[in-house]
């Protein structure tokens, strides 16, 4: 059973050149995104965070075991959004996670912030854009990152990210770099499985 909480306490503040993000911890602090900065108690606790998306319905205060984490939807036009993710203290955010995530709309994965594996945590990430290969049997590998929330820290989640690599690569490749040092190295399309009727 998944134990935290989830402030749900978000309000947007509406003015001409920004919008704020607004959450009120379970001890009554007020964490604010404003100017695209983090605010503790209206003291500045972050450098300046880009494209920070005011009306992201990813973008939450968890709360667990005494930790508080901050995450935020950062716009990637063109490419996917991100999730950034801080722990939050009262004179500092450090920055834990910066993932691309894919849910639903993007038909590789659920959303952010769900048990993805069925391990009692939730999970955040998925697969960037990747080149088109110009050989129709073969693609680049895409390769995936996957964090879990476990005992209020945000952590890699390898087996997640092995599960999904297999899922959508047919294979798991733990470096994928090519020769160049470009992503990713080629390697055969992976049969499409037969759905039984």
């Not at 998306?53 to 995450?71: A, D, M, T, W």
């Not at 716009?75 to 993932?99: H, L, M, Q, R, Y």
């Amino acid at each position: 059973m998944i134990q935290l909480y989830i402030s749900v306490v978000m309000f947007l503040a509406y003015h001409p050149l920004q919008q704020d993000l607004t959450f009120k911890t379970k001890s009554g602090h007020i964490i604010e995104v404003h100017g695209e900065i983090i605010h503790y108690d209206k003291s500045a606790i972050s450098a300046e965070i880009a494209g920070v998306l005011p009306h992201s319905k990813y973008s939450r205060l968890v709360e667990q075991n005494g930790s508080i984490l901050l995450f935020l939807e950062i716009d990637g036009a063109p490419d996917f959004n991100s999730i950034k993710g801080f722990t939050i203290k009262s004179n500092k955010a450090v920055e834990v996670c910066d993932v691309v995530y894919n849910d639903e709309m993007h038909g590789i994965g659920p959303a952010p912030f769900t048990d993805m594996d069925g391990d009692g945590k939730l999970e955040l990430g998925g697969f960037d854009l990747t080149e088109a290969y110009e050989a129709e049997d073969s693609m680049y590998y895409n390769p995936s990152q996957y964090y879990e929330i476990d005992h209020g820290k945000v952590k890699f989640d390898s087996t997640l990210t092995r599960k999904m690599d297999i899922k959508v690569n047919g294979v798991y490749i733990p470096h994928p770099l090519n020769e160049n040092g470009n992503c990713c190295v080629v390697i055969r399309k992976p049969a499409k499985k037969k759905q039984s009727r």
